[in-house]
């Protein structure tokens, strides 16, 4: 399973950004899509996560500016973080659980990061 993460960029302090992943490669389920985030001399952290059913949750300081969300035809999430601020700026990583075929093991799988710079 290969997941591609896109969309970082600069944004100002208060602006928007959208994230999508998108999972490809050959397997039987993509279960869990999480997205985390380091930042520099930091510890990675989770930022949102989304089964598939679409239940999510969220780290504490995103709720209210970050939305999670997947297409489960198309093996994306997407992570739209409104409301940026300084302390958002980080490398952000997704993430997947997956089965490769049916009532196999499921594994985890990381994405390359997409680098999310805040300007205050």
């Known amino acids: 399973v290969q997941l591609q993460a896109s969309g970082g960029g600069l944004v100002q302090a208060g602006g928007s950004l959208r994230l999508s992943c998108a999972a490809s490669g050959s397997f039987f389920e993509i279960y869990t899509m999480t997205w985390y985030r380091q930042a520099p001399g930091k510890q990675r952290e989770l930022v949102a996560a989304i089964t598939f059913g679409g239940t999510t949750n969220y780290q504490a300081s995103v709720k209210g500016r970050f939305t999670i969300s997947r297409d489960n035809a198309k093996n994306t999430v997407n992570l739209q973080m409104n409301s940026l601020k300084p302390e958002d700026q980080a490398v952000y990583y997704c993430?997947?659980?997956?089965?490769?075929?049916?009532?196999?093991?499921?594994?985890?799988?990381w994405g390359q990061g997409t680098l999310v710079t805040v300007s205050s």
């Open positions: 993430n997947a659980d997956a089965r490769l075929w049916s009532g196999g093991k499921v594994y985890n799988y």
